[in-house]
């Protein structure tokens, strides 16, 4: 286990250093940094103070290991747009998105284990069927287009809910239900195959000889061997939803990283973008360091794959 | 190998998508690109000044609706049916030959597919659409490279396998190079789990170029683009509900009968990841 250990971080690690490879690379895809990291109406003086500061007039390797050094240290640069650093910028639309994401992940878990559990229980049924169907449906419906019908039908036709901005509780409703209904579906399909493999098996013929009821079979014998997987997907989840989801933020005006972060690439704010893409993959990174740690504690089968 | 019920809905909303797409200047009855400004906002089923019947009704600019629906189709299929080849090939060659020669290189290939997990896609591609300006083949390209990793992840998974078999050491045992061990004995065995990735992936690689159209840094207008249309139909949701709700339709429903259609070749073709 602590071989599992040591391995998962190493390569979690090695995953760093790429990704901080690549927000390198993305402000030097056009081969001309000068003209993503320095402001359009900079003087000729200007542009040549932060090609000195950026280091933009030495060698590629030079600019490359300065911008390691810099990144180890939460150092992206300074925000175009804004007059603070661009990591800083990023971290303070963090909130609004830890919240939105969370919303999202209890919804689809949710909302997913009680579909698949039901779906699983009467494999073939109308239920089973039904379910599946709107696991399909909710899985093929494009999130934007989603949004936009939900504030078309709750908010500008029947009015009962905000459509835009963050505020109470009510704020939260469309926007998490938007976000979280792709992912509902995933969970309820991936419950209702693991849930099926454990109906299945010896130790469920077992309990249910000796008399268990099917609530508590299901439940308590079933379940928690089919959740396993289900981990790995919450974490996976939970990463991706903490990226900030770009689209819905957009529609609904929610103030997160996402949102933020596809104004700057509008105003072409580089740091910014630099900055959110670090941020949130390294959050991604580290909450998938975490969920493996877990596993090591709810399945001791668990050894280097 | 008959299809289910839900294979055949799949497959019936793919072919009737594709074949829109081929011959949308047939079937659509007005031009995707003529304006007409005494035309505009036309609701669903109604007539403009000179008599034409708009089925589907026109958008803010006057166009007919369903016309550049049918359009529309056509510029999301030829985006998916350019990107999938590339993500199959670069995929399916990373995933065989990590999956055959292990070690160090395997370490290499799965970490990159772990950063590319780990890293937000769409405002990756934003970023990059935005450095390098948007375009039909900065979009193919794009979605096609990023799209190797279902085919990486999963064909490596099946050759671990495989490589074990008995067919595959017996052929080493004789002395078979790697090369031809690869393409004559591995890669017709993944034949059938590509067929599944490929229809999945369409559906994926959709939605992907609808999200970054909806976006601004998609396909371009005057270009018909479902997700462009979507955009622009945003604003007029309260009372011209139809711009924003019809190639919202079309787009579900394509997606919905990719999924069917990959579904279904999922369990007839891989009886071992049935209803996953």
Redesign the interface.
Known sequence: MTRFLIVRLLSTVVSAWLIVTVVFFLARITGDPVALLVPDNATPAEVQAFKERLGLDRSMAEQYVLFLGRSVTGDLGQSIRHVQPALQAVATYMPATIQLAFASLVLAVVGGLALGIVAASRPGSFVDSFAMTLALIGQSVPVYWQGLMLIMIFGLQLQWLPISGRGGWEHLILPAVTLGTTQMAVFARLTRAGMLEQLSQDFIRTARSRGLSELRVTLRHALPNAAIPLVTQAGLTLGGLLAGSVITETIFAWPGVGRFALQAVYNRDFPVVQATVFLVSMVFLAINFLVDLLYTVIDPRTTVA | MRPTPSGWVGLIIMVVAVLAAALAPVIAPYDPLVQDVAARLRPPLSLDSRGGFHLLGTDQLGRDLLSRIIYGARVSLLVAAAAVPISLVIGTTLGVTAGYFRGFYD?VV???L??Q????F???A???L???GPSFTTIILLLGITGWTHYGRIVRGEVLSLREREFVTSARAVGAASGRIIWRHLLPNTASLLTILVSLQV?HVM?LE??LS??G?GIQPPLPSW?GM?SEG?QY??LQ?WV??FP?IA??LV??GG??LG?WLRDALDPRQR??
């Not at chain 2, 997990?117 to 937000?120: D, V």
Request: aromatic residues 4%; hydrophobic residues 70%; positive net charge.
């Open positions: 370490n799965m970490r990159l772990d950063v997990l780990a890293m937000p769409i405002l990756l934003l970023a990059i935005v450095a390098i559906p939605i609808s999200a909806f976006l840094l997700g979507l945003r949701m309260l509900w924003a709700v919202g787009l579900s997606v919905l999924n069917l579904d209803s996953r």
